[in-house]
C-alpha cells in the first residue's frame, strides 16, 4: 500500500504561483509513474499533469503547457507540481497518484493510490 500525501496549496491571486508536493512515507517514489489531477466544485477530475518511472518524460494538459512544470526529487522521494501563472480557472482540489505503467498518461484509471487532495484557490 503507498500512502501519499500532497502540501503545498493555498490562496494565490491571478498569475501568481505555488508548488505543490506529494510524497509516499515508507515508499520510493521512482518506482511509480506520477499523475497529477485537479476536481473543481460541480466538474470531474481531469488530469493535469504526469511524469514516468525514474526521469521519465513528463506530459502536461493543455490547458496547462507552459504554466505547469513538474518534476522529481529523488533525493527527497518528492515529486513537484510547478504552478505559475496561475488563473481563476485553476482553482481546484489537487490530487497526486502513484501507478505502475512505464509510460505515464492523465487518465485516472492509470493510478492505483490517491493522496486526500489540496486545495488551489486563484482569486483577487
Known amino acids: 500500500q503507498v500512502h501519499v500525501v500532497e502540501s503545498g496549496g493555498g490562496l494565490v491571486q491571478p498569475g501568481g504561483s505555488l508548488r505543490l508536493s506529494c510524497e509516499a512515507p515508507?515508499?520510493?517514489?521512482?518506482?511509480?509513474?506520477i499523475g497529477w489531477f485537479r476536481q473543481a466544485p460541480g466538474k470531474e477530475r481531469e488530469g493535469v499533469s504526469c511524469i514516468g518511472k525514474g526521469d521519465g518524460n513528463p506530459y502536461y494538459a493543455e490547458s496547462v503547457k507552459g504554466r505547469f512544470t513538474i518534476s522529481r526529487d529523488n533525493a527527497k522521494n518528492t515529486v513537484y507540481l510547478q504552478m505559475d501563472s496561475l488563473k481563476p480557472e485553476d482553482t481546484a482540489v489537487y490530487y497526486c497518484?502513484?501507478?505502475?505503467?512505464?509510460?505515464?498518461?492523465?487518465?485516472?484509471?492509470?493510478?492505483?493510490?490517491w493522496g486526500q487532495g489540496t486545495q488551489v484557490t486563484v482569486s483577487s
Open positions: 497518484a502513484t501507478g505502475i505503467d512505464r509510460i505515464c498518461s492523465i487518465s485516472s484509471g492509470s493510478y492505483d493510490h
Open positions: 515508507g515508499s520510493t517514489l521512482s518506482y511509480y509513474t
